[in-house]
């Protein structure tokens, strides 16, 4: 079993910035891809960015230029640094991870229990 344990959200001004990061634990050979979505109840699960192994990263059109992704493969760890942010990026973010597990020759997706961004006005 992966377990995913984001922290770092909480209640922002807007303009402000929040630092979330993703720890992930457990047994596995590798991991290919780690990455935040957001969502909230009036939508869908949405990409705020992912970071490969080899540090090629992919932004969410609403985020590029204002978030950066970024990991450290040592501690299996995942940061999101958010700048300039709006009412409008309040949501859970969701801490994401694409596991190579040992014996089996597929990845799998890996979930944590998300954690809230507010931005007040």
């Known amino acids: 079993q992966v377990q995913l344990l984001e922290s770092g959200g909480g209640l922002v001004q807007a303009g402000g910035s929040l630092r979330l990061s993703c720890a992930a634990s457990?047994?596995?050979?590798?991991?290919?891809?780690m990455g935040w979505y957001r969502q909230t109840p009036a939508k869908e699960r949405e990409l705020v960015a992912t970071?490969?192994?080899?540090?090629?990263?992919n932004y969410g059109d609403f985020v590029k230029g204002r978030f950066t992704i970024s990991r450290d493969n040592a501690k299996n760890t995942v940061y999101l640094q958010t700048n300039s942010l709006k009412p409008e990026d309040a949501a859970v973010y969701y801490c994401?991870?694409?596991?190579?597990?040992?014996?089996?020759?597929?990845?799998?997706?890996?979930w944590g229990q998300g954690t809230q961004v507010t931005v007040s006005p």
């Open positions: 970071i490969t192994s080899d540090s090629s990263t």
């Open positions: 457990g047994i596995f050979r590798n991991i290919h891809t």
């Open positions: 994401y991870a694409l596991i190579a597990p040992w014996g089996v020759f597929h990845l799998e997706q890996c």
